[in-house]
């Protein structure tokens, strides 16, 4: 596999319900990020990890909680939910303090909350 | 306050023709200037990038401008193809952290 794939690519999800989004890169990058994209609202930064370290939590509510447990792997861990909270979740990784900063996106997680 | 703006939701162009996206941008600290072309039921992918130092970056069918007074940059692609037709997003970085645009849709109609 090449790339940053992401699982699952949908998910469907009560309120009350806990479930995990997995995000894997096989480009040697260090730095991983979460978004979340709303319909009609731009890409919003949810999570940066650099080399491993948590280096940016964009006030995101506790309700969602980051894992890297190696620079090939993320996680996002979701637990009571909002309906609010559906959206497209992705992924990316670059290399870490490269200038320009440019990141490669899995396909994205598509969460519906119910 | 959003350092990142795409003023244009869509944009349709006629195959052939040349189609130009537009962006701007508040912060000064930006170094470089992305951006990302979105198919449906797909992530973002790099397409083209500009350094603050310079004013054109070409690749290809794309150009990229930059106007560092105007804090303004735009992409263009000549000519225009049907499989173009995507979201594309503008993007900024500085220390090495991107902010992006909302995002523009291009339609190219054969």
């Known amino acids: 596999e090449t790339g940053v794939t992401q699982t699952p690519r949908h998910l469907v999800m009560g309120m009350t319900n806990k479930k995990s989004l997995k995000c894997e890169q096989h480009?040697?990058?260090?730095?991983m990020y979460w978004y979340k994209q709303s319909a009609k609202k731009p890409l919003e930064l949810m999570f940066v990890?650099?080399?491993?370290?948590?280096?940016e939590n964009n006030s995101v509510p506790s309700r969602f909680s980051p894992e890297c447990p190696n620079s090939s792997h993320l996680f996002l861990h979701l637990h009571t939910l909002q309906p609010e909270d559906s959206a497209l979740y992705l992924c990316?990784?670059?290399?870490?303090?490269?200038?320009?900063?440019?990141?490669?996106f899995g396909a994205g997680t598509r969460l519906s909350v119910l | 306050d959003q350092q990142v703006k795409q003023n244009s939701p869509s944009l349709s162009v006629q195959e052939g023709r040349i189609s130009i996206l537009n962006c701007d941008y508040t912060?000064?600290?930006?170094?470089?200037f992305l951006w990302y072309k979105k198919y449906p039921a797909e992530g973002p992918t790099f397409l083209i990038s500009?350094?603050?130092?310079?004013d054109k970056n070409e690749d290809g069918r794309f150009t990229v401008f930059l106007n560092k007074s105007a804090k303004h940059l735009s992409l263009h692609i000549v000519p225009s193809q049907p499989g173009d037709s995507a979201v594309y997003f503008c993007?900024?970085?500085?220390?090495?952290?991107?902010?992006f645009g909302d995002g523009t849709t291009l339609t190219v109609k054969p």
């Open positions: 990316a990784s670059s290399q870490a303090r490269e200038p320009s900063n440019i990141q490669y």
């Open positions: 480009l040697g990058h260090n730095a």
């Open positions: 990890y650099s080399l491993e370290e948590r280096v």
């Open positions: 912060n000064s600290m930006f170094d470089y």
């Open positions: 500009i350094s603050s130092i310079k």
């Open positions: 993007a900024a970085s500085a220390a090495g952290k991107s902010t």
